[in-house]
Nanobody, 125 residues
Framework: QVQLQESGPDLVKPSQTLTLTCTVS??????????FSWIRHSPGKGLEWIGY???????NLDSSLTSRTFISRDTSSNQFTLHLSAVTPEDTAVYYC?????????????????WGQGTQVTVSS
């Protein structure tokens, strides 16, 4: 069974870049046509889809975050990474890495069937 685990800093200063890594176990991120997304949850906004990287390495990002977001992967380590630049306190949230099957609802947070436990990130000076 696939498992996902987020890792990264708990606290980031405003204007810095947040880097979070998801380690996937139980299957390769390059096979089976799956999509791997970052999703975040904050009390004020609820669940918010950030973007995905596909089994083939293509990416798609939420239009409101695309200028600050980059998703990369390391296939040798079976990991994918979120880079979110110029963070502000509004980026404070629990960040989840997720996996979903191919289909028409890849920007829908409800589409993803496997989730990491989530990691709290606070943006504060």
């Amino acid at each position: 069974q696939v498992q996902l685990q987020e890792s990264g800093p708990d606290l980031v200063k405003p204007s810095q870049t947040l880097t979070l890594t998801c380690t996937v176990s139980g299957e390769s991120i390059t096979t089976n046509y799956y999509y791997f997304s970052w999703i975040r949850h904050s009390p004020g906004k609820g669940l918010e889809w950030i973007g995905y990287i596909s089994y083939s390495g293509t990416t798609n990002l939420d239009s409101s975050l695309t200028s600050r977001t980059f998703i990369s992967r390391d296939t040798s380590s079976n990991q994918f990474t979120l880079h979110l630049s110029a963070v502000t306190p509004e980026d404070t949230a629990v960040y989840y890495c997720t996996r979903g099957p191919p289909g028409p609802s890849l920007v829908d947070v409800g589409w993803y069937d496997y989730w990491g436990q989530g990691t709290q990130v606070t943006v504060s000076s």
